[in-house]
């Protein structure tokens, strides 16, 4: 299936790494097909699309279907897809990556397809959306229905526990979809804070334990987990000794702390950092990620990882933190 994915745009590099990272935990093989600005089209070998509600930073997703650069060539394209044929009403939706009309397009284009097909307009509750892209040329699709998450609902103020250092909901969900997992599979976050990474870890279906050495913080994401009713785990633990409770983890994915309200065993935080890399690789099964966020200017020692890849997440003007996605040899 040619999936058409229409990225949010709200970062570079983490909306199609997102979209690679999920492909590649839920097992399916995948070949690019095309890449331009925020439109991604791949060529997967999958039937089902439910795996594709776990995507965060990604605006919509198609079933990829014409492309060109007039809108008569578009229409007859649609009108030879097989799927268009299954039902009996469609509405057109166009977005334009130039100073396009889009409206303007969207009755054009859905007034040739209608002209071919004979199928009836509704744009309030349609059968099918087509979905048209529009910018130097023409890209069309067959909507996917996906829910998109309600991730401002789940921001920390609106937790039972709340902390100013937790981070958001979408940059929780995008680390352990970059971890390359599936529903069913163990992670662990060493460092859980108030359980952000945990929670959108458990709504995917993912078993997710946490360990913090702080006991308020334990105690805060137990009620937030309850809260979103995930059964997943935390406990108090020191991140140095997780090879002492864990073994063969499907991944580790956390959020390391830095900063003077941090609450670490080593005052040296560089070494720290090092040193937990070594704690994480004992737990992890070979070929595991570990996804790791961290100031921009630590580079701890990696040894026995191989790094898949880094983005740079611009915080404030004194912190940038770097998304490392590392993976045991």
């Not at 097909?33 to 925020?38: H, I």
């Not at 776990?54 to 198609?62: C, D, E, Q």
């Not at 952000?196 to 137990?222: N, P, T, Y």
């Not at 580790?252 to 070594?278: E, M």
């Amino acid at each position: 299936m040619n999936l058409l994915f229409y990225l949010s745009g709200e970062h570079l590099t983490l909306p199609k790494s997102e979209v690679i990272g999920v492909l590649e935990g839920e097992g399916i093989d995948y070949g690019m097909e095309y890449e331009k600005g925020r439109l991604l089209i791949l060529d997967a070998d999958c039937e089902e699309t439910g795996f594709l509600r776990r995507l965060a930073m990604t605006r919509s997703v198609s079933e990829f279907i014409a492309h060109g650069d007039d809108l008569e060539g578009l229409a007859s394209q649609v009108q030879a897809c097989d799927k268009i044929s299954e039902f009996k009403t469609f509405a057109v939706r166009c977005v334009c990556f130039d100073d396009g009309d889009s409206m303007a397009v969207e009755k054009e284009l859905g007034g040739r397809i209608k002209e071919i097909s004979g199928l009836g307009v509704d744009l309030t509750a349609p059968d099918v959306t087509v979905q048209c892209f529009s910018g130097a040329e023409y890209f069309v699709g067959i909507k996917i229905d996906v829910s998109r998450e309600n991730f401002e609902g789940r921001k920390p103020q609106h937790r039972p526990y709340f902390h100013p250092t937790s981070m958001h909901p979408k940059i929780a969900r995008v680390l352990v979809n970059l971890a390359r997992v599936k529903a069913g599979d163990r992670i662990l976050d060493p460092f859980c804070g108030t359980g952000g990474i945990l929670i959108e870890a458990g709504l995917m279906g993912i078993d997710a334990v946490g360990l913090d050495i702080d006991e308020r913080m334990v105690s805060g994401a137990k009620k937030n987990l309850e809260f979103y009713g995930i059964s997943g785990d935390a406990g108090v633990g020191n991140a140095l000794e997780i090879d002492k409770k864990f073994q063969q983890m499907d991944a580790v994915v956390t959020d390391l702390p830095y900063g003077r309200s941090s609450f670490i065993p080593d005052p040296d935080l560089k070494r720290f950092c090092s040193k937990f890399i070594v704690s994480a690789y004992r737990v992890l099964k070979k070929g595991a990620c570990l996804v790791l966020v961290l100031p921009i200017e630590y580079e701890p020692d990696f040894s026995g990882f191989e790094i898949v890849e880094r983005h740079d997440l611009y915080i404030h003007k004194t912190l940038t933190r770097r998304i490392r996605v590392l993976r045991k040899v």
